[in-house]
């Protein structure tokens, strides 16, 4: 069971773009139908923030610190969450192709209805995670720890898993034709009986 974003029962602060900067700090916030995009702010810590209708491409929240934060409908398309550490964080409808969050970790966090192709995930660390429904086109998990992950309904059409290690993964429903995994990755994973000829097919096997 995945943890959803806690909030407060006060109304949130308005976030302005010119308050972002490294090591900046955000407690009961919102920031809504804004630009942020190309912003640059490393090590910002976000609690309990709502974002909605807003464009933050092309940003860099490297070593970021993100706890019961909710994004929806926002654009944050070749941005850097690299490093970063999200909890309790949904993803709702957002544009995130090109997202760099290579060795970040990831707990309690969930996508759902968004673009994500091409994003990385290399060396990344994943615990109750939800990916449903979603884009997932040429991403890279190479190296990626994915504990309790769940791929629901998701494009994974060239997505990459090179040296992943999967416990407790469900790949149901989703499109894994063309994934790329080895034949000693698949103990762990749960499919569906739709994708059983793709498995044998990874572990050599030959059905005549």
Known sequence: MIRRPIFPAVKLESLTPSQFEDG????AACLE???VAGSKADDMTLETVRVKRTEIGDSTFRSARWTDVSVEQS???N???EDAALLRTEFTGCRLTGLQANGAGLEDVAFR??????SLFRFSRMKNVLFENCNLGESDFAGASLVGVSFIGCDLG???????????VDFSRSDIDSMRVSPDQVRGIAIDHTQVYRIVELMGITVT
Do not use: I
């Open 79 to 81: 941005s850097s969450l």
């Open 75 to 77: 654009n944050l398309a």
């Open 113 to 118: 209805n968004c673009r994500m192709d091409l």
């Open 24 to 27: 900046s700090f955000f407690e």
């Open 33 to 35: 139908e804004l630009s």
């Open 158 to 168: 060239n997505a990459e898993f090179s040296h992943a290690k999967f416990d407790r």
